[in-house]
T-cell receptor
């Protein structure tokens, strides 16, 4: 198993550009989440999904969209990038609500 | 959002000593807690978890203690090794949902 795979690892965007951060897991996990990590602020939940076709907002959803058309994939879309979205983004998944999450290795995004 | 805080942002210990990392949480409705370890440039890695119906749980060289009365969580690492140097996060989950709230992290440095 590859676990949780995130691409790209690094990305630089200009303000106003859009892009999609990819996340895929091969563990047949139902639950998937996107977090952003900023210095001194820990990880904050952006969006999450409890299964294919079901998504919901987390703490900081503004400026981001998600979809979950398959169990394996959970892409995160930045609609119009802003410097405030400069961060490290982590995707995570778990098989069951009662278990901890497995995290990907992250995407470091810089918006200039 | 929920407040999950750590008492000390940095901790330095001598190799072989025991380490204790503390975490305060604010919501008495939280029913599940996880400690994660994050090494530089990597995603968080699950260490140990504990549910609210327990006050102690042990793993290999790690012990988590939960004090619901004062809403406090601690991670004890026995015989700390250089490979334990990392940032440690606690995360809590409310019993009403699937969102985890993370603390800001404690940076542990092991001195050889």
């Amino acid at each position: 198993n590859a676990g949780v795979t995130q691409t790209p690892k690094f990305q630089v965007l200009k303000t106003g550009q859009s892009m999609t951060l990819q996340c895929a897991q091969d563990m047949n996990h139902e639950y998937m989440s996107w977090y952003r990590q900023d210095p001194g602020m820990g990880l904050r939940l952006i969006h999450y999904s409890v299964g294919a076709g079901i998504t919901d907002q987390g703490e900081v959803p503004n400026g981001y969209n998600v979809s979950r058309s398959t169990t394996e994939d959970f892409p995160l879309r930045l609609l119009s990038a802003a410097p405030s979205q400069t961060s490290v983004y982590f995707c995570a998944s778990t098989k069951d609500r009662g278990l901890g999450y497995t995290f990907g290795s992250g995407t470091r995004l810089t918006v200039v | 959002g929920e407040s999950v805080g750590l008492h000390l942002p940095t901790l330095s210990v001598q190799e072989g000593d025991n380490s204790i990392i503390n975490c305060a949480y604010s919501n008495s409705a939280s029913d599940y807690f996880i400690w994660y370890k994050q090494e530089s440039g990597k995603g968080p890695q699950f260490i140990i978890d504990i549910r609210s119906n327990m006050d102690k749980r042990q793993g290999q060289r790690v012990t988590v203690l939960l004090n619901k009365t004062v809403k406090h969580l601690s991670l004890q690492i026995a015989a700390t090794q250089p490979g334990d140097s990392a940032v440690y996060f606690c995360a809590e989950r409310l019993n009403t949902g699937n969102q985890f709230y993370f603390g800001t992290g404690t940076s542990l440095t092991v001195i050889p």
